[in-house]
């Protein structure tokens, strides 16, 4: 296979077509609630079930559907200090990051918000639940949260819970990219769900090749992209409904279901964590603002509207192929 045709083959890999070539190798799985795929350039097969494990560790510290996962032993600790690892300090930082970048617009505290709205249960297994034991404080919110880095504890409020979410899945496909690197791999795409992180190397030139999927059509592409190092983020509020057709995705000012005539954000920023904070950003502004508060922000963004009309940043043709 010719060098570009191979590249142009990995926005495939979103729909689950197989890269064959001897210096890539790949593993798809399913994980965080989403089907997932990595890809390691000029490395070894051997690398790719640590990677698996270690998306699915990251899921196990901070899954809202694992009563017994960091985050929500956190979230149902009474608002007493809690030791916790390295990864879910990341998360954490990150989550109060977006707040901040966002003006509270990205708001990861507003879980009992999301039960209130019947999303208890996880849209893929009715059999996992959210379990809240505590009240919700309207006074306090991520920002509140202490977190003690040398001693690997955080301390949530009480009253206070959080959803890792999108930046979760998003925050997962950059560490475990890093990780690919660390180990030897000279180039890497991570997938989970509609978060993509890209390290190092790509098999051409052009970069690593990474296809947004149509609103209405995940069979086929709306664009494709050629990105060499940074992460992309596609997220919708149509993406998981409740019984009265409401979004998952819960809009911070008014803590309702958020109502956009938006069907589709992609988001490419410097790493997924950051796409993905973005990608709610432009969901519950007006799309003129989204687009300027994107660009102010130093990212790139593509809007699809409910009539299939664009809206994109200034330079997001750059990454077009």
């Known amino acids: ?90 998360l954490i930082q990150e989550m109060q990051f977006g707040f901040q970048l966002t003006s509270g617009i990205f708001n990861p505290a507003q879980l009992h918000v999301s039960l209130e709205h019947g999303f208890s249960k996880s849209k893929f ?86 296809g947004v999927s149509h609103p209405l059509s995940r069979n086929e592409f709306i664009d494709v992209l050629a990105i060499h190092d940074g992460g992309v983020a596609t997220s919708g509020p149509r993406g998981w409904i409740n019984a009265a057709g409401e979004s998952h995705i819960i809009d911070s000012r008014t803590h309702e279901p958020v109502l956009s005539e938006i069907l589709q954000v992609t988001v490419v920023a410097s790493c997924s964590a950051h796409a993905e904070i973005l990608t709610k950003l432009c969901m519950a502004l007006p799309i003129s603002e989204a687009i300027s508060e994107v660009e102010r922000i130093g990212a790139d963004a593509l809007l699809i509207d409910d009539k299939l009309k664009r809206y994109a940043t200034a330079s997001w043709e750059n990454y077009t192929t």
């Open 125 to 210: 297994d009715a059999d996992q639940e959210t379990h809240l034991s505590e009240h919700v404080s309207a006074d306090l919110g991520v920002l509140d949260i202490v977190i003690d880095a040398l001693e690997n504890t955080i301390q949530i409020p009480l009253g206070v819970a959080i959803d890792a979410g999108g930046i979760g899945k998003g925050l997962a496909a950059d560490m475990t990219a890093d990780l690919a690197i660390q180990l030897g791999a000279q180039g890497v795409v991570v997938f989970i769900g509609g978060e993509v992180c890209v390290r190092g190397l790509a098999p051409g030139n052009d970069g690593w090749t990474i």
């Open 1 to 90: 296979m010719p060098e570009k045709d191979l590249v142009s083959k990995i926005a495939d890999e979103a729909i689950g077509l197989v890269v064959q070539d001897t210096n890539l190798f790949k593993i798809e799985f399913f994980a965080m609630g989403s089907n997932c795929f990595i890809v390691v350039a000029d490395a070894t097969s051997i690398l790719l079930e640590p990677l698996r494990k270690y998306v699915d560790k990251l899921e196990s510290l901070w899954s809202r559907f694992i009563n017994t996962s960091e985050l929500m032993l956190a979230n149902n600790a009474s608002g007493n200090i809690q030791s916790v690892s390295p990864e879910t300090i990341r």
